[in-house]
């Protein structure tokens, strides 16, 4: 039986004129009620077009369904419309079009320790999060002691929040929502945050829930999160779904690989508009053997290989930072590197005009595979001019040969890396 | 509970009120929840705590007693005139506090309705909760100032829940078209406090409402305050002050106006709360 059925779902925003959201004020309401009376008066009846406000469809035509126990990944780029649509299931805001059918209790956990209180304690935060949750005040009491063994604060529940550390906070949030009792659960990338053994714990907890036969929809930017925990694979692009697939992993490499940017390409050359700034606008971004030409894939791992940034900077900021991050083909980030890394005194000297940044990618590192190389940008502790993972322009590079000259090493090995590493033997008892 | 779980959600552009009210008895643990902690959030936080909930009615008192008692001569009936002044407090400043507070109330809780789904309508209810708290505080008061002076109510005392009740239509009336009007236009914030101040002074706080000449009496009760003023003093100054009863049905009338459209505006734009908030 489905429980979840949306059909043709949409969600409009209206933006200013200025491009911001639209923002009420009385002062504007006043004064635009005395203009349309002025006009009236005036008898000058044409409006000005330039204060009409644009559209924005955060969502357009989206229709899937969902099986009752089917756990769900929701992928896609900041801004293509998971957030919404969450918001939408989860009846924080309505859609503009279309109809969606849920059967079943939905439960929604889209902030960790929404409403959690500083001045509260732990105890007082279970209860006051478990009734915003939905919960009622018999149920946390049944609960409470399961949630507290979960969260593992039990030594702090009478200290008010406040003094937690963040880690506590977000055990003890996420405790109180793994223990509602809903047919269905919709989690909004809870867990980008809390450390690695939590983030198991929590992971566990989802599949748990999946396994009781309740529904779980999951939106998440951790590719290796969905692959593990999802059955099925939502893709979103610009408001509309992209893809959908019970072959979860084909719908993760095609977000990361080819789905927006067509075949994967060693190259970015900016079409002019994109990431206009003063500090570092990008012309071009490749691999390259070095001296600017294309390097043809796949590389050897024994190779040359550079990566090559061009650029243009019309303002000098010494906080600029350029570089590149670089993702596996699950789009786990392997590392990043900006050309700030050494001492101060040994940074490449940029100021005004075009610049050419090179950097060699390590040989004998990376295992064979495909990778997705992106240019990152900032200032030093302000903004992002390119954010890895949100906005940052990305090409691919494949490895394939070369990891070793040992005949006992001729293919792939697994894991991330395939350093060559040195190896040492004195007799025993010497050492 | 078991049989809610079966029944099917269904998300419109428009529409679904019956589902509003079963939602809003489902979230009535959220309520006692939310109040509870504005509450304790309240006496937790501020170094004064509940200091504060009294020292503002008390420093009211003895200003409006010296100003328009001594200053001013103003009549006080036979009660005396702090006593006068403190009985009409109790019902204001249960307004000016929950009219504040449940006024801002949705912009306050914005991390909670951009998250989170439940009926919108806890959270005004909620904050006007906190002005019952501050008002149960200043009765305590009142007992003290009635026992220093000697004047003990009567059997009119008992009707005190009636006008009481009539308090918080009134709150909740005008503090529903307040939060959502704020969440709208985001500089009736500052618009908010200033009328809260103008009623101060065009209700009879600092006076007693007799003074005012017959024939504009009943214009005068058009500011429903005016009539749960009238009755706070009738039922706890032993009578000494008569009930003009026009005035008392009108404000039961226009409270009833301001409560329902309060109702109607918020419900129309609730849904676009998190849109704009």
């Given at each position: 039986?489905?429980a ?6 949409g ?10 959201m639209?923002?009420g004020?009385l ?14 008066l ?5 409006g ?5 406000d ?6 357009s ?11 769900v ?7 293509a ?12 805001t ?7 059918r ?21 105890r007082?935060n279970?209860?006051?999060n ?7 005040k018999?149920?946390i009491h ?14 702090f ?8 550390s ?6 003890l949030?996420?405790a109180?929502?793994?223990h509602?009792?809903s047919?269905?659960l ?17 992971l566990?907890k ?10 779980v929809?999951f939106v998440?930017?951790n ?13 979103l ?25 067509g075949?994967?390409?060693?190259e ?5 508009e994109e ?16 001296r600017g030409r294309k390097?043809?894939m ?17 303002e ?5 930072k ?17 050309h700030?890394?050494?001492p101060?005194?040994?940074?490449p000297a940029l ?14 590192l ?5 990778y ?12 992002w001019?390119?954010?890895p993972a ?10 394939w040969g070369g ?7 001729m293919e792939?090995r ?6 060559v590493m ?10 | ?13 428009e529409g ?9 008895w ?23 705590g ?7 009615p ?5 200003v409006f007693?010296?100003v ?27 307004f000016?506090v929950s009219?504040?507070e449940?006024?801002?109330s949705l912009?306050?809780?914005?991390n ?22 501050d ?9 003290g ?9 009567d059997?009119?005392i ?5 006008f ?6 009134v709150s ?15 500089d009736?914030?500052h ?35 005016v009539?749960?003023?009238?009755g ?19 404000s039961?009338g ?6 329902w459209?309060?109702?109607?505006y918020?419900?129309r734009?609730?849904q ?5 908030i």
């Amino acid at each position: 039986m489905s429980a979840i059925i949306v059909e043709g779902l949409g969600k409009r925003y209206l933006l200013s004129h200025r491009g911001r959201m639209v923002e009420g004020y009385l002062r504007d309401a006043i004064t635009s009620a005395a203009r349309s009376l002025g006009r009236a008066l005036s008898l000058r009846g044409k409006g000005s077009g330039d204060e009409r406000d644009e559209e924005f469809w955060a969502l357009s035509d989206v229709s899937f369904r969902i099986e009752e126990g089917e756990r769900v990944g929701i992928i896609g780029r900041n801004g293509a419309g998971k957030s919404t649509l969450l918001k939408i299931l989860s009846r924080i805001t309505r859609p503009t079009t279309g109809e969606v059918r849920i059967r079943g209790r939905a439960a929604s956990l889209l902030e960790v320790g929404t409403g959690f209180h500083g001045e509260l304690t732990g105890r007082e935060n279970i209860f006051l999060n478990g009734a915003i949750l939905g919960m009622t005040k018999a149920e946390i009491h049944r609960k409470f002691d399961a949630i507290v063994d979960f969260s593992g604060v039990e030594r702090f529940l009478d200290t008010p929040v406040k003094r937690y550390s963040s880690g506590m906070y977000v055990r003890l949030a996420f405790a109180v929502a793994a223990h509602l009792e809903s047919d269905i659960l919709l989690v909004d990338e809870v867990l980008a945050v809390g450390d690695a053994e939590f983030q198991k714990k929590c992971l566990g907890k989802m599949e748990d829930i999946g396994k009781e036969g309740r529904t779980v929809l999951f939106v998440s930017h951790n590719m290796n999160a969905i692959e593990q925990l999802c059955t099925k694979c939502l893709l979103l692009d610009k408001g509309r779904l992209a893809l959908q697939s019970n072959d979860v992993r084909s719908v993760i490499t095609d977000y990361l690989y080819g789905f927006e940017s067509g075949p994967a390409v060693s190259e970015w050359s900016s079409s002019g508009e994109e990431f206009r700034n003063p500090w570092f606008r990008p012309v071009r971004f490749a691999i390259t053997d070095g001296r600017g030409r294309k390097r043809p894939m796949p590389v050897a791992n024994n190779e040359e290989a550079w990566i090559w940034v061009e650029g243009e900077i019309t303002e000098a900021d010494p906080a600029l930072k350029v570089g590149y991050a670089i993702f596996s083909d699950d789009g786990l980030l392997l590392y990043w590197t900006f050309h700030t890394d050494l001492p101060e005194s040994k940074w490449p000297a940029l100021g005004k005009g075009t610049w050419i940044l090179r950097s060699r990618i390590p040989p004998k590192l990376l295992n064979e595979g495909s990778y997705r190389v992106e240019l990152i940008g900032m200032l030093h502790r302000r903004i992002w001019l390119f954010e890895p993972a949100v906005n940052a322009p990305g090409i691919y590079m494949t490895i394939w040969g070369g990891l070793s000259n040992s005949p006992y090493w001729m293919e792939r090995r697994p894991g991330l890396f395939a350093p060559v590493m040195e190896w040492t033997a004195s007799p025993a008892g010497s050492a | 509970m078991a049989k809610e779980q079966e029944r099917e959600i269904i998300i419109r552009p428009e529409g679904g009120l019956n589902r509003y009210w079963r939602d809003f008895w489902q979230y009535r643990d959220l309520l006692s929840f939310l109040t509870w902690r504005d509450v304790l959030a309240r006496y937790k936080q501020t170094v004064l705590g509940v200091a504060w909930s009294l020292i503002r009615p008390i420093v009211t008192m003895v200003v409006f007693t010296l100003v328009f008692g001594k200053l001013a001569g103003l009549p006080s009936g036979d009660a005396p005139y702090p006593v006068l002044v403190y009985a009409a407090l109790l019902p204001w400043q249960f307004f000016s506090v929950s009219v504040s507070e449940s006024g801002n109330s949705l912009v306050n809780n914005a991390n909670l309705i951009t998250k989170v789904y439940f009926p919108r309508l806890i959270i005004p209810i909620g904050a006007l909760a906190v002005g019952l708290v501050d008002f149960l505080v200043s009765v305590v008061v009142y007992a003290g100032l009635m026992a220093y002076y000697g004047f003990l109510p009567d059997w009119r005392i008992a009707t005190v829940p009636l006008f009481l009740l009539l308090a918080i239509g009134v709150s909740l009336g005008f503090g529903l078209w307040f939060a959502a009007l704020m969440v709208k236009y985001r500089d009736f914030r500052h618009v908010l406090p200033f009328l809260v101040q103008v009623g101060l002074f065009l209700s009879p706080v600092g006076f007693n409402s007799a003074i005012v000449p017959e024939k504009w009496r009943i214009l005068y009760s058009l500011n429903p305050m005016v009539g749960v003023i009238d009755g706070f003093r009738w039922a706890l100054l032993r009578g000494t002050t008569p009930l003009y009863l026009p005035g008392v049905f009108l404000s039961v009338g226009l409270t009833s106006i301001v409560l329902w459209g309060g109702i109607r505006y918020f419900r129309r734009t609730e849904q676009a709360f998190a849109d704009v908030i």
